[in-house]
T-cell receptor, first 114, second 112 residues
Framework: DVKVTQSSRYLVKRTGEKVFLECVQD?????MFWYRQDPGLGLRLIYF???????EKGDIPEGYSVSREKKERFSLILESASTNQTSMYLC?????????????FGQGTRLTVV | GNSVTQMEGPVTLSEEAFLTINCTYT??????LFWYVQYPGEGLQLLLK?????DKGSNKGFEATYRKETTSFHLEKGSVQVSDSAVYFC???????????FGKGNQVVVIP
């Protein structure tokens, strides 16, 4: 079974902390994505990576950074957590874009910043 | 840019009712289109897809047809069950472009 695994289902962090969200995929996919999901706003792309050490900003990159040192792992970093970053974070991966390419998602990390 | 629009608001219906969720897209060219489903407490999973005009994707009793003339990909199911209660997302991707664009999603609640 193909799998995208996020390191935590639930996290509670304090304002100002540096937070790491980890994502690992076992499908040898080139592309990996971080989204946040908020009620009424759907999925918004934070960052994505199409190769090791490569990254591109999504729609809402402010306050976030990413790291992709190995093909299977994509980390999202909140440099200084704030309460408005309380959200559900979803990681996804996909192969190179072809007509049948689909994305596979992790189960999500619900982050609460207090 | 490329975007996906889904009908506003949650959808509440009775078991065995007919379900339609509207999805339209704005794109230059011809993307591949997807419907994803998110069950409570889980991540998204692919429900169905279509890669060219007039293709029909189907799975678990759900269907959607890629309509180029109306730039639409509406999701339908003839008889819903309580287990279909979930959030449904429409999405698109272009061949050669790695970025997947999503609609805002629709919460579907099926009442016994």
């Amino acid at each position: 079974d193909v799998k995208v695994t996020q390191s935590s289902r639930y996290l509670v962090k304090r304002t100002g902390e540096k937070v790491f969200l980890e994502c690992v995929q076992d499908m040898d996919h080139e592309n990996m994505f971080w989204y946040r999901q908020d009620p009424g706003l759907g999925l918004r792309l934070i960052y994505f990576s199409y190769d090791v050490k490569m990254k591109e900003k999504g729609d809402i990159p402010e306050g976030y950074s990413v790291s992709r040192e190995k093909k299977e792992r994509f980390s999202l970093i909140l440099e200084s957590a704030s309460t408005n970053q309380t959200s559900m974070y979803l990681c996804a991966s996909s192969g190179q874009a072809r007509p049948n390419t689909e994305a596979f998602f992790g189960q999500g990390t619900r982050l609460t910043v207090v | 840019g490329n975007s996906v629009t889904q009908m506003e608001g949650p959808v509440t219906l009775s078991e065995e009712a007919f379900l339609t969720i509207n999805c339209t897209y704005t794109a230059t060219g011809y993307p591949s289109l997807f419907w994803y489903v998110q069950y409570p407490g889980e991540g998204l999973q692919l429900l169905l897809k279509a890669t060219k005009a007039d293709d029909k994707g189907s799975n678990k009793g759900f269907e959607a047809t890629y309509r180029k003339e109306t730039t639409s990909f509406h999701l339908e199911k003839g008889s819903v069950q309580v287990s279909d209660s979930a959030v449904y997302f429409c999405a698109l991707i272009f061949y050669g472009n790695n970025r997947l664009a999503f609609g805002k999603g629709n919460q579907v609640v099926v009442i016994p």
